[in-house]
């Protein structure tokens, strides 16, 4: 008899419904590897309330504490007008992107069966693709500052970093994902405008495809993909663009699928010994924190990314399974989708699903 593989998860439920979507999450990714596999978890309490307590969001031995880890599942961060976005973020998930280097940030877009999107004629055929987010460097990398501060010459300066070894793994990585589907990739820029780092970016795009001859390759300007996603989403398979510009259209794409409560993502780590990190995409959302609301698909799909990327493919196929039945049913929704069901209320007819 083989021995029950056992997972370490580091888990952040974090602020608003990330502490209502991540034990719904837990309870169904538990359902699909009974039997088979232990999910060992280990509940972290980082995010806004640990900064009020302490000042900041996380301990000074966090990241160290997240490298002994398997994987991290994280719900969200954020607690405004509380505290500033910017403190949330560059506290507690963007340290953690750099630190373990989570190089890609792979979030899918696909209209699931039997939910109505926003475009008209617009389908589950017609909406299914996949961005890859640079996650590390871009437009989040950090580099600047302000000067003259507090002066009415006051100048702040934020510089976007592209290198050319990060740019292309990220991009050949795309490229891979693209040949495990339809052969078609969209890199996504703005080099009619930004000279130096965009055109630097279309370079390496073009010098990485000579690798890659079986897959049909489409550049896009950031507006004209912004465009195309809601005249015609069908024209988008594989996607890949800066840290800014995925992160946009990546909200524009759970938009086409009816809500983000719906997409999930999956920051991975370049070194395979590091934990990678997945997260629903949507935010804290404390307009409806505490009252048993949020969609939790997000954060399940998000889970079901890390159990494949942890090796349980077959559990993380049946959650996807679960899921479309689920949305094709039409049954057990939450608000957002039209219904009237709990957070709760939805993962439990999941697992009923698997």
Known sequence: MDA??????????????????IPAGQRVLEAAVAGHAELAWTVLPWGSDYYRQTGAMMPPDGLEILRGFDAIYLGAVGDPPHV?????????????????????NVRPIKLLPGLQGPLRNKGPEH?????????????????????????????????AVFSRFNVERV?????????????????????????????????????????????????????????LMVRAPERFDVAVGSNLFADILTDLGGALMGSLGLPPSANLAYNPRLPSLFEPVHGSAPDIAGRGLANPIATVWAGAMMLDHLGETEAANRIMTAIEALTAEGNVLTPDLGGTATTDQVAGRIIELL
């Open 127 to 159: 909406i299914d693709m996949v961005f890859v987010r640079e996650n590390t460097e871009g437009e989040y990398a950090g580099a600047g500052g302000r000067v003259h501060v507090g002066t009415p010459h006051e100048v702040a300066l934020e510089t």
């Open 171 to 227: 991009v050949r990585y795309t490229f891979e994902l693209a040949r495990t589907r339809r052969k078609r990739l969209t890199s996504i820029t703005k080099s009619n405008a930004q000279q130096h780092a965009m055109v630097f970016w279309d370079a390496v795009v073009a010098e990485v495809a000579r690798d890659y001859p079986d897959v049909e390759v489409t550049s896009l300007l950031v507006d004209a993909a912004a465009a």
């Open 4 to 21: 029950v593989k056992r997972y370490r998860i580091a888990v952040i439920p974090g602020d608003g419904v990330g502490k209502e979507v």
């Open 84 to 104: 500033p976005d910017h403190v949330t973020l560059w506290g507690l998930l963007l340290p953690i992107r750099k630190a373990f280097d989570l190089y890609v």
